[in-house]
C-alpha cells in the first residue's frame, strides 16, 4: 500500500515538473527578443573603419602624396579610435627627399588630410564649436607628437595656441563648423635613422645645417573643420596645417601666404566613400 502510494506520488511530481517545463518553453518563446546592446569593447576600430570607409581627396596637385594611418594605439589617452587619411609634399624630380624636408618649398612641413573617427558625437555632433575645436586640437597634438617621435626627435613638441577664430567651410554639400589656430610645435627635418625618416627622404645636411637645426621650432597654422555622420556613425575632421619658422640667422619664413588659401580650396573637395559599394 505505501509502496502503491509512492509510485502515484511519484508519478504526479513527474508529470508537474514536465507541464512546467513545457509552459516555461512556451513563455521563452513568445517574450520578445531585445536588441544587442554595443559595448565600448564592440566599437569599430580604426581598421575595420579604413576597411569600410574611405576619403576620397578629389584630384590632387601631383606635388602630394596621400598615406593612411590607423591611429587608436595613438589616440588611445584621448579615448578615440580611428584613422589618419593624411597627404604631405612628397619626392619631387631630381630629388631624393620630400617637399615636406625641403625648407626652401612652400611645403615645408605642411599636412593636408582627414581624421576619421568612431563615433565622436560627443564632441563633433552636439553643436558647440568651443568643445569640437578643443577635441580636434588634442588629435592633432597627439598626431603630430607621435609623428616627431617616429621622425627621431628627441623632445616632440605640439602645443595649440588659445583663441582660435572661428568660421564655417562648405564641404560635402554643408556648412561645416570650422576653426583655426596656432601650434608651436617642432620641425621634423633631421639626421636620425629611422624607419620613417628613410621613408619620408630628407636633404642632405649640408644643404639646411648653416641655416636651421635638427627638430627646429615653428610654427603650423592649423585649421580644422569638422561634422557628425550619423548614418556612417563616424565623426569626420578635415584639416591642413602650413608652417612659419625663423632661421639661425633670424630670417623669417611664413609659409601661409602661399599655402592657406590652396589648403582651403582643397578642404572642400574632400568626400567620405564607401569602398565597399564605390559610393558616397
Not at 17 to 41: F, G, K, N, Y
Not at 42 to 51: D, F, H, K, R, S
Not at 195 to 208: Q, R
Amino acid at each position: 500500500m505505501q509502496i502503491d502510494t509512492r509510485k502515484k506520488i511519484f508519478r504526479f511530481a513527474t508529470m508537474t515538473l514536465a507541464i512546467a517545463l513545457l509552459m516555461t518553453s512556451a513563455l521563452a518563446q513568445e517574450q520578445p527578443r531585445h536588441p544587442s546592446v554595443v559595448t565600448p569593447a564592440q566599437a569599430p576600430t580604426g581598421e575595420v573603419l579604413a576597411e569600410h570607409i574611405s576619403v576620397s581627396f578629389a584630384p590632387l596637385a601631383p606635388e602630394w602624396m596621400t598615406e593612411q594611418n590607423v591611429m587608436d594605439p595613438i589616440w588611445e589617452p584621448l579615448g578615440y579610435k580611428g584613422v589618419n587619411y593624411y597627404a604631405y609634399g612628397g619626392r619631387q624630380t631630381g630629388h631624393e627627399f620630400a617637399a615636406r624636408s625641403d625648407p626652401d618649398s612652400s611645403l615645408y612641413q605642411a599636412w593636408f588630410g582627414a581624421y576619421v573617427i568612431a563615433d565622436g558625437k560627443a564632441a563633433f555632433g552636439i553643436g558647440d564649436e568651443n568643445h569640437g575645436c578643443q577635441a580636434f586640437a588634442k588629435l592633432a597634438e597627439y598626431d603630430q607628437r607621435s609623428w616627431l617621435q617616429a621622425m627621431g626627435d628627441p623632445s616632440p613638441l605640439a602645443q595649440s595656441m588659445a583663441s582660435p577664430h572661428f568660421s564655417t567651410t562648405a564641404i560635402a554639400d554643408s556648412k561645416r563648423t570650422t576653426c583655426s589656430f596656432d601650434m608651436k610645435s617642432h620641425s621634423d627635418l633631421g639626421t636620425a635613422d629611422t624607419p620613417l625618416a628613410k621613408h619620408m627622404g630628407m636633404p642632405f645636411p649640408e644643404k639646411w645645417k648653416d641655416r636651421l637645426s635638427p627638430f627646429h621650432d615653428l610654427t603650423l597654422h592649423v585649421v580644422g573643420a569638422w561634422w557628425y555622420d550619423s548614418r556612417r556613425d563616424v565623426s569626420v575632421i578635415v584639416y591642413g596645417a602650413s608652417s612659419a619658422f625663423t632661421t639661425n640667422s633670424g630670417a623669417a619664413r611664413d609659409n601661409g601666404s602661399a599655402l592657406d588659401a590652396t589648403l582651403g580650396r582643397m578642404m572642400t573637395q574632400i568626400r567620405l566613400m564607401n569602398p565597399a559599394r564605390g559610393g558616397q
